[in-house]
């Protein structure tokens, strides 16, 4: 691998990580001269929930992370998917695979998001969300290096209003 690789990671894989990460399939597709290398971070398993936003159903029972590569190779094939390496564990367990990485932010507490964004506090930062309810309403924030971690933009009251 060369010095100019972007090195990425997505970390939590449910509905806004699985539609995040397909959406890096096809930007990579349209750039054939970027040569990336993407961590895909989650411990979960597909379920029925997971079949209903979006993974195929011939992926139930799967690991997330094994998962995505398998339906990312179906979609775009071999050049992508082998750009995506799957690390089934949860985020707080692989700290030194952050820290190197511009991060995709895409779990689903509040917690968890303060604790992955800490990691990579020098990297660039992409949270990505949804909040709940019968709206469906979606947000995407980019902090770029060295600037904020979520832990200095967000209290809990916040997060919890944000998401009604």
């Known amino acids: 691998m060369s010095d100019n690789v972007n090195r990425i990671a997505v970390v939590g894989l449910g509905n806004v990580g699985y539609w995040t990460t397909i959406a890096l399939g096809l930007a ?10 993407i961590a895909l971070v ?13 993974y195929p ?3 139930f029972g799967c690991h997330k992370p ?5 339906a990312i190779n179906a979609m775009y094939g071999l ?4 750009a995506m390496h799957p690390v089934i564990a949860a985020a707080q367990s692989v700290p030194g ?6 991060v995709f932010i895409c779990v689903d507490s509040l ?9 990579a506090r ?23 290096p060295d600037t904020a971690a979520l832990s200095d933009v967000y209290d809990d009251a916040a997060w919890s209003q944000a998401g009604r």
Do not use: N
Request: charged share 25%.
């Open 28 to 37: 990579m597709l349209d750039s054939l001269t970027t040569e990336c290398d």
């Open 42 to 54: 989650d411990f979960d398993t597909v379920d029925d929930r997971a079949v209903r936003k979006g």
């Open 57 to 59: 159903p011939w992926l």
């Open 66 to 70: 094994k998962a995505i590569v398998a």
């Open 79 to 82: 050049r992508i998917s082998t």
């Open 97 to 102: 695979l952050l820290a190197d990485r511009d």
């Open 111 to 119: 917690g968890d998001a303060q604790f992955v964004s800490s990691l």
């Open 122 to 144: 020098s990297r660039w930062q992409c949270r990505v969300s949804t909040g709940a309810g019968d709206l469906a309403t979606h947000c995407v924030e980019v902090f770029p």
